[in-house]
Nanobody, 121 residues
């Protein structure tokens, strides 16, 4: 069974840094685009950053210049380096893979369980 498992969340003060990681496990040949989303209490889930299998990246305007997404295709991982964190970055962060290619076919739109990031003032 294919799973995405996030790690690295926690509590940090304003201006601090955190690094989130997401590892895909199971029988996987390759993974398409991967992304980080976040959802704050009472808010809709929003895209934070995405990265294609070739390494092209896209960021929400609110995190440009502060967050960096990266991936290791061989290890089937995606990471999010978050610097200069703000209180408004507080949310549950979710890892997403738009397509996972495996022996059973293509699994679309896979999500991790989420990891809490809390930024205190």
């Amino acid at each position: 069974q294919v799973q995405l498992v996030e790690s690295g969340g926690g509590l940090v003060q304003t201006g601090g840094s955190l690094r989130l990681s997401c590892a895909a496990s199971g029988s996987i040949f390759s993974i398409g685009a991967m992304a980080w989303y976040r959802q704050a209490p009472g808010q809709q889930r929003e895209l934070v950053a995405s990265i294609t299998s070739g390494g092209s990246t896209n960021y929400a305007n609110s995190v440009k210049g502060r967050f960096t997404i990266s991936r290791d295709n061989a290890k089937k991982t995606v990471s999010l380096q978050m610097n200069s964190l703000k209180v408004e970055d507080t949310a549950v962060y979710y890892c997403n893979a738009d397509r996972i290619f495996g022996p059973s076919g293509i699994i679309k739109d896979s999500w991790g369980q989420g990891t809490q990031v809390t930024v205190s003032s």
